[in-house]
């Protein structure tokens, strides 16, 4: 019994032991779980609390960037706005510049308009005198003769129209005398202005070369056995070889400046290489030749940047260039393209046209003269031609065909313009020559086949012998005949004279009537 008590008693020790051992067990795990579960939340808060950080850091960053954005944008569009501002204050002061022009030249036309009012009324002032001195003028052929009314009214009605004729043309004359004045101020400024822009110094050019030789021996090879180089020579190249007793120099002739520089180039180079007999003259001769064609084509390309002309056609490009080895009077003829290209941008400026057309007038204008010595027939005809075959306007073909004065009548502005620049880049001082003798007897032989003919009282030889004006005598030759002489001179000139280009014959009959005022 004491035994079953014991083993009772120890297994409700053992039993309050367990249950306490369980308590202690369960408040340890919860509070466990209580720390994991606290740990969880404090690191969830945590991560939380970093994700937000991270979110507006993100948040700032997104800001900043777009922030820098629209500070680029809007200093790009401050300064689209700077610079609309200051165009729209240059066209403003452009447009207020031309308002001024215009209010200007309003002035001068109301101005006129007003002289010319003022005018008109003298005029109806004298025909109202007049009218009133009929009146008297047919009172007293009345009293004092036996004429009717209507033999009366007939002289007076001529002696009016007389009179009010000649008052018309005093009026006139007096106008276009004013108009004169000022618009030829107004084109020697703007001449002067374009001719000191574009003026140049110039060389003068002949039509032969001089080579220098190293030594005066190599002319006996250059000569060859019995002179068959220089028959080689001349049939390859075109150039007249001369040989005289010029020491270390042979002399280049040809009127082609193309040959000329060919045959040049050429020489040099046999001598260079020492190899000088017909078969070697010939292939030297035929590369210089194509070397040529790449020079000319980049001379050309290069007159046309100077200008600032572009898209013209290849082949006009190439007589461009050649117009570096043509001369007119000693003057070379690309020279005074571009100078007459130059100064008709200038004067197109001045009197607010199209600039480039006129500035490529200017460069098309003797282009002609690049094949002139193989084409029959002017050099401003072929050169309208050439512009024409090659698609130019033909606004562009009448303003080349113009350029000299009394071929075709100019219609436009640009084609006078044209007409101008070319006269002031030819007719300079300096820029061209001729032997002085040959010029002289040249105008002396032009006047006298002239003045050979009955009628003529005097003839002037103008424009460097390019026109001839003729007076006559207006009792001995009336309008027909006039135009009949003027017909014949031309043919005489055709058939008794050598001459560059035309000559243009002008035959002048006037009549004047003149009296005395007092």
């Not at 007159?303 to 001369?327: C, D, Q």
Request: proline share 2%; net charge neutral; hydrophobic share 40%.
């Amino acid at each position: 019994m004491n035994n079953v008590l014991l083993i009772l008693l120890v297994a409700g020790i053992f039993a309050v032991i367990g249950y306490v051992v369980r308590t202690v067990i369960a408040n340890q795990n919860l509070r466990s779980a209580e720390t994991i579960a606290k740990k969880t939340i404090s690191d969830t808060e945590k991560a939380v609390e970093a994700r937000k950080r991270e979110g507006e850091l993100a948040i700032k960053e997104e800001m900043h960037r777009h922030r820098q954005e629209f500070e680029a944008q809007t200093k790009i569009r401050r300064q689209e706005l700077s610079n609309l501002e200051k165009r729209l204050l240059q066209k403003e002061e452009n447009l207020d510049k031309r308002f001024e022009v215009i209010e200007k030249k309003e002035r001068d036309v109301s101005k006129k308009n007003d002289d010319l009012s003022s005018k008109s009324r003298v005029v109806e002032l004298e025909l109202v005198k007049v009218n009133q001195q009929k009146d008297e003028q047919k009172k007293i052929l009345e009293k004092i003769s036996q004429m009717t009314s209507e033999e009366a009214k007939k002289i007076l009605m001529k002696a009016m129209e007389e009179e009010a004729k000649k008052d018309a043309i005093i009026l006139i004359k007096k106008l276009e005398q004013e108009a004169r004045e000022t618009a030829t101020k107004k084109a020697k400024e703007i001449i002067a202005i374009a001719i000191q822009h574009n003026a140049n110094t110039y060389t003068q050019e002949i039509t032969v070369s001089a080579v220098p030789l190293p030594n005066d021996d190599i002319k006996g090879r250059i000569i060859g056995r019995e002179g068959r180089n220089i028959r080689a020579f001349e049939q390859a190249t075109g150039v007249d070889l001369i040989i005289d007793d010029t020491p270390d120099t042979i002399t280049l002739s040809s009127f082609d400046g193309v040959r000329r520089e060919i045959a040049k180039i050429t020489l040099e180079r046999l001598m260079a290489d020492g190899r000088i007999h017909p078969s070697r003259i010939e292939e030297v001769a035929t590369q210089v030749r194509k070397e040529m064609d790449d020079k000319i084509k980049s001379v050309g390309e290069d007159a046309t940047l100077e200008v600032g002309i572009t898209n013209l056609n290849p082949e006009i490009i190439k007589l461009i260039g050649k117009l570096k080895y043509r001369t007119s009077y000693g003057q070379n003829q690309l020279s005074h393209t571009l100078e007459v290209a130059n100064i008709a941008g200038y004067l197109a400026a001045e009197l607010g046209v199209d600039i480039q057309f006129c500035k490529k007038a200017g460069l098309l204008h003797d282009i002609g003269k690049a094949i002139d010595r193989d084409v029959e027939g002017t050099h401003h005809q072929m050169s309208a031609d050439i512009a024409k075959q090659y698609g130019e306007s033909p606004k562009m073909v009448n303003a080349i065909l113009a350029h000299h004065e009394g071929i075709v009548h100019p219609e436009s502005v640009e084609a006078f313009i044209l007409q101008a620049a070319d006269a002031i880049s030819a007719a300079r001082p300096g820029v061209r020559r001729e032997t002085l003798e040959h010029y002289l007897k040249r105008i002396e032989r032009l006047e006298r086949v002239a003045e050979s003919f009955v009628g003529v009282a005097k003839s002037y030889a103008v424009q460097a012998g390019r026109e001839i004006r003729i007076l006559v005598e207006p009792e001995d030759v009336d309008d027909a005949a006039a135009n009949q002489l003027s017909q014949d001179i031309a043919r005489k000139i055709e058939t008794e004279l050598e001459y560059p280009g035309q000559i243009k014959v002008t035959v002048i009959r006037e009549t004047r009537y003149q009296e005395v005022a007092k």
